[in-house]
């Protein structure tokens, strides 16, 4: 693509960024920066709880958006900042209010379990949170927000690059797998456990909530927890 000069990333956290010199964001930058930008604003405002039954939706159509943000990041070539070291992006905020209440909001469903690496050697499946997730890569991604604020539009998009393919892109997908997986089973009256041979499920008279309760309850059950 075009839209980034052709560079060598580092292969570590420790990269050639630094003082902070500030330009002018191109249209990719800022794209990348609205999409970050909308994201943290809209899982903040999700974590609020206004709309309860509203949660995995939105969570579901906010990390699918990210994603989009992440794979154009992925598909452009090395982003390397100007400056040799990164510059102090000040003190991070305290995630842990979104993480308790995000965590809440999910109670039923928030445990998920996920293989970390699809390409690696065969292991069990892990359990994660969706809500320890969804605060992490908040984190990350208001990390590389202040930098872009602060006019360091290089060094803002090393670290979004860095950090999606490092973390968050990862996260993200394993998270819109949880959350794609639990809207099927209550879209198609499907709770987890049930037999998975079409059989008809139409009349069990089940509600939404009482769905997305059983299959927190399975998946628990599935993890021994």
Same mark, same amino acid.
């Given at each position: 693509?075009?839209?980034?000069?052709?560079?060598?990333?580092?292969?570590?956290?420790?990269?050639?960024?630094?003082?902070?010199?500030?330009?002018?964001?191109?249209?990719?930058?800022?794209?990348?920066?609205?999409?970050?930008?909308?994201?943290?604003?809209?899982?903040?405002?999700?974590?609020?709880?206004?709309?309860?039954? +509203?949660?995995? %939706?939105?969570?579901?159509?906010?990390?699918?958006?990210? *994603?989009? @943000?992440?794979?154009? /990041?992925? !598909?452009?070539?090395?982003?390397?900042?100007?400056?040799?070291?990164?510059?102090?992006?000040?003190?991070?905020?305290?995630?842990?209010?979104?993480?308790?209440?995000?965590?809440?909001?999910?109670?039923?469903?928030?445990?998920?379990?996920?293989?970390?690496?699809?390409?690696?050697?065969?292991?069990?499946?892990?359990?994660?949170?969706?809500?320890?997730?969804?605060?992490?890569?908040?984190?990350?991604?208001?990390?590389?927000?202040?930098?872009?604020?602060?006019?360091?539009?290089?060094?803002?998009?090393?670290?979004?690059?860095? +950090?999606?393919? %490092?973390?968050?892109?990862?996260?993200?997908?394993?998270? *819109?797998? @949880?959350?794609?997986? /639990?809207? !099927?089973?209550?879209?198609?009256?499907?709770?987890?456990?049930?037999?998975?041979?079409?059989?008809?499920?139409?009349?069990?008279?089940?509600?939404?909530?009482?769905?997305?309760?059983?299959?927190?309850?399975?998946?628990?059950?599935?993890?021994?927890?």
């Amino acid at each position: 693509m075009s839209e980034q000069p052709s560079s060598t990333q580092p292969s570590s956290g420790t990269h050639p960024a630094g003082t902070g010199h500030k330009h002018e964001p191109d249209d990719f930058a800022v794209q990348i920066a609205d999409s970050v930008e909308s994201f943290v604003l809209a899982v903040t405002e999700v974590a609020k709880g206004d709309e309860p039954g +509203s949660v995995v %939706s939105l969570l579901l159509l906010e990390v699918s958006q990210l *994603l989009l @943000a992440g794979g154009r /990041l992925g !598909a452009i070539e090395d982003v390397v900042p100007e400056d040799r070291f990164e510059p102090d992006a000040g003190p991070e905020p305290d995630g842990v209010e979104l993480r308790e209440r995000l965590a809440e909001l999910l109670a039923p469903i928030d445990v998920y379990h996920e293989v970390f690496d699809p390409y690696g050697p065969p292991e069990k499946p892990s359990a994660f949170r969706i809500s320890d997730d969804m605060a992490g890569v908040v984190a990350e991604l208001r990390h590389g927000l202040t930098h872009y604020q602060e006019g360091r539009v290089s060094e803002a998009l090393w670290w979004w690059q860095f +950090s999606y393919l %490092s973390s968050w892109g990862s996260t993200c997908t394993a998270v *819109l797998r @949880a959350l794609q997986s /639990l809207i !099927a089973h209550v879209r198609l009256d499907s709770p987890i456990g049930a037999a998975a041979d079409g059989a008809d499920t139409d009349d069990d008279g089940l509600t939404d909530e009482q769905l997305e309760q059983q299959a927190g309850d399975l998946m628990a059950a599935e993890l021994g927890l």
